[in-house]
Nanobody
Framework: QVQLVESGGGLVQAGGSLRLSCAAS????????MGWYRQTPGKERELVAG???????KYEDSVKGRFTISRARTKNMGYLQMNNLKPENTAVYYC?????????WGRGAQVNVCS
């Protein structure tokens, strides 16, 4: 089983930045896809940003131009750089990695954005 551990969450003022990190227990480039999801109370988990093994990225419309997903092969790390944060970005953010039909999740990192 692949283990994923998120870090880098916290409290930030609106307009500020945070970088979430996802440490993987395997070569990060083994993932067919890797993504960051967010979840707020009472709502389903939704994709914020994703990256394929080939490096193609996609973003949820409201974060385009503000969030950037990336990977670092040598460190087995994935990242989500979040700039110009808004209060509506407050959520628990989860790292997800998929190899073929198996998907693994981290435990999440809380991000709070205050106005």
């Amino acid at each position: 089983q692949v283990q994923l551990v998120e870090s880098g969450g916290g409290l930030v003022q609106a307009g500020g930045s945070l970088r979430l990190s996802c440490a993987a227990s395997t070569n990060i480039f083994r993932f067919n896809t890797m993504g960051w999801y967010r979840q707020t109370p009472g709502k389903e988990r939704e994709l914020v940003a994703g990256i394929t093994g080939g490096g193609s990225t996609k973003y949820e419309d409201s974060v385009k131009g503000r969030f950037t997903i990336s990977r670092a092969r040598t460190k087995n790390m994935g990242y989500l750089q979040m700039n110009n944060l808004k209060p509506e970005n407050t959520a628990v953010y989860y790292c997800n990695g998929r190899i073929l039909l198996r998907a693994d999740w981290g435990r999440g990192a809380q991000v709070n954005v205050c106005s």
